[in-house]
Nanobody, 124 residues
Framework: QVSLVESGGGLVQAGGSLRLSCAASGRTSDMYAMAWFRQAPGKEREFVSAIRTNVGTTYYVDSVKGRFTISSDNVKNTVYLQMNSLKPEDTAIYYC?????????????????WGQGTQVTVSS
């Protein structure tokens, strides 16, 4: 079993920055990659970014490329999402997820473990 705990959400003005953290504990050896998804009110949960923690390969949805950066600290079993140039449309609950081998990085079904989520609100 893997436990994921997110932190770092909050309220920020458009153009501002936030850094989200996701601390993993438990059977972290089961994790193949880690990712961030988000869900805005009335919308489906969508992929934001993922990282292969052992090799550092990263993936991003087009709408955040150049603004968001995912990174990991394998000693601390923590993944970060640095979010710059935030826009009101980035407002959502952000969820951390741990991926098991197999499946695509942007598919919810590829992830077996989820955090409780952290709210990010960007005001215009």
């Amino acid at each position: 079993q893997v436990s994921l705990v997110e932190s770092g959400g909050g309220l920020v003005q458009a153009g501002g920055s936030l850094r989200l953290s996701c601390a993993a504990s438990g059977r972290t050896s089961d994790m193949y990659a880690m990712a961030w998804f988000r869900q805005a009110p009335g919308k489906e949960r969508e992929f934001v970014s993922a990282i292969r923690t052992n090799v550092g390969t990263t993936y991003y949805v087009d709408s955040v490329k150049g603004r968001f950066t995912i990174s990991s600290d394998n000693v601390k079993n923590t993944v970060y999402l640095q979010m710059n140039s935030l826009k009101p449309e980035d407002t959502a609950i952000y969820y951390c997820a741990a991926k098991v081998p197999g499946g695509s990085y942007n598919s919810l079904s590829s992830y077996g473990y989820w955090g409780q989520g952290t709210q990010v609100t960007v005001s215009s």
